[in-house]
């Protein structure tokens, strides 16, 4: 059996202050083989930069997955090429520029591998490739060499990560959705075996609208002016889920969602 955590959308500094001050004890606890962690939102809110990357890696994250907010850093992009533990949505109509799925070995069981993909929605979101496709496609790459595949799909709507899962169903271990930062109550597992919550949530301010302070996206909402966004600094929960996969068969076996506060 392969133990693994999935860390939901790291939000700026308070939430990178919350995984560093949460994560030892989860795992002292819980024995992760592996921890993955969407870290889009980790510099400021908005992207992600070299040095931050390197800081949560050295927290003990194996894999870092992003989103749409992945260029807004500008200075992310040759560290994309250099490391390919960091993912940018596999579907985006980029060449040459990261990877989208890897296959990696685990750190102490070396000889058990694990594909983990990174996808973006189309709905409400940027311009981007047939997710259904490019997410069968590499799954069906990856399991050549394991079939122990895990999926972060970072989309705005349930129906299309629902949709989603189910079209995946048996040819993925695990789908769980990022982006909206709010955490659903729906985990379970698929009739073929994926295991699959819609929203993970996000590690950032309890008393926040997704992360950021409230009174600056209420200001906007109130005039529709833009505002200068800033990240929520009090009250930070980690927003996680505990998933344990079969690691012959890929089936999912346990999910439990967390929701702990810093």
Not at 41 to 65: H, K, M, Q, S, Y
Not at 66 to 87: A, C, F, M, T
Request: charged residues 25%.
């Amino acid at each position: 059996m392969i133990k693994l955590l999935f860390i939901g959308d790291i939000i700026g500094r308070p939430g990178r202050r919350a995984v560093a001050g949460l994560l030892p004890g989860l795992q002292s606890e819980h024995d992760f083989d592996l921890v993955i962690a969407n870290a889009e939102n980790a510099a400021g809110g908005f992207g992600l930069t070299p040095r931050i990357a390197d800081e949560l890696f050295a927290l003990g994250i194996d894999v870092l997955t992003s989103g749409n907010h992945i260029w807004d850093q500008k200075e992310i992009e040759p560290y994309l090429v250099q490391n390919y533990r960091l993912l940018r949505p596999a579907n985006y109509p980029v060449e040459g520029l990261g990877e989208g799925g890897i296959v990696i070995g685990l750190e102490r069981r070396p000889e058990i591998k694990v594909g983990v993909m990174n996808l973006a929605g189309r709905v409400f979101l940027g311009p981007a490739d047939c997710p259904f496709r490019a997410g069968r496609e590499l799954a069906a790459r990856l399991r050549q060499e394991t079939p122990v595949v895990i999926v972060d799909f970072h989309a705005e709507t349930t129906s299309e990560k629902n949709a989603l899962a189910t079209y995946l169903d048996g040819q993925i271990s695990l789908l769980v959705g990022t982006h909206t930062h709010v955490q659903t109550a729906d985990e379970r597992i698929l009739p073929r075996g994926t295991g699959y919550i819609t929203d993970v949530g996000m590690v950032g301010g309890r008393n926040s609208v997704i992360g950021m302070k409230a009174d600056r996206v209420i200001e906007k909402f109130l005039n529709g002016k833009p505002q200068r966004y800033e990240v929520e600094k009090s009250e930070p929960w980690l927003g996680a889920l505990i998933a344990e996969i079969d690691e012959k068969s890929g089936r999912t076996l346990a999910v439990q969602r967390l929701q702990i506060p810093s």
